[in-house]
């Protein structure tokens, strides 16, 4: 996960495959130089929680969207979400794909490790919220992220990393 403003230099170091950019209309970035055009999702969404509107709300074809893009990419080379801040948008997109690869894990395990790896992290409520319904969990993502409370202030996260994979912590 990433900030806009570290994205090149994400792209750098991290060399991803695949990108996801979670910006505004406005603000949406055109495909960065070392990624393919093809590999690069772009959802124009504003970060609300509650329909507005003057924005653009994420729904539920941006969603579908995302877990679709998540359950093609192959995995062998990193995927990068970022958003404006790094914050909300890309730490639920995050959420929302390691629920999507993860389908037999615990939700409450998931969202702690966003959390854990990047303490900033204050997943959009609204996204996680679509994805439990697409992704049949019946509200346990809704739960999760509620659990997690909010995350460390910040005006900006900064780039941080997630297994795609996760163990199991024991009971």
């Known amino acids: 996960m990433s900030p ?20 505004d209309p406005e603000t949406m970035i055109d495909t960065p130089q070392g990624v393919a055009r093809e590999l690069h999702l772009r959802l124009a969404v504003n970060d609300i929680a509650e329909p507005n509107d003057m924005l653009v709300t994420p729904g539920e074809g941006h969603i579908s969207e995302l877990i ?10 990193p995927m990068l979400l970022h958003c ?11 959420f929302i794909a390691l629920c999507a690869l993860n389908e037999d894990h615990p939700e409450d395990e998931l969202a702690r490790l966003v959390r854990a790896r990047g303490s900033h992290a204050h997943p959009n409520r609204l996204m996680v919220r679509i994805a439990d319904d697409l992704l049949g969990r019946n509200g346990r993502m809704r739960e999760a992220v509620e659990a997690l409370g909010p995350g460390r202030a910040a ?3 900064e780039l941080f990393s997630l297994p795609t994979h996760p163990e199991r912590t024991a009971p």
Do not use: K, M, N
């Open 155 to 157: 005006w900006e996260g």
């Open 4 to 23: 806009l403003s570290a994205v090149i230099d994400a792209i750098r170091t991290v060399r991803p495959s695949h990108l996801v950019s979670l910006l």
């Open 68 to 77: 679709g893009f998540v359950r093609s990419w192959d995995q062998r080379s």
């Open 84 to 94: 404006w801040a790094g914050i909300s948008r890309s730490t639920a997109a995050a």
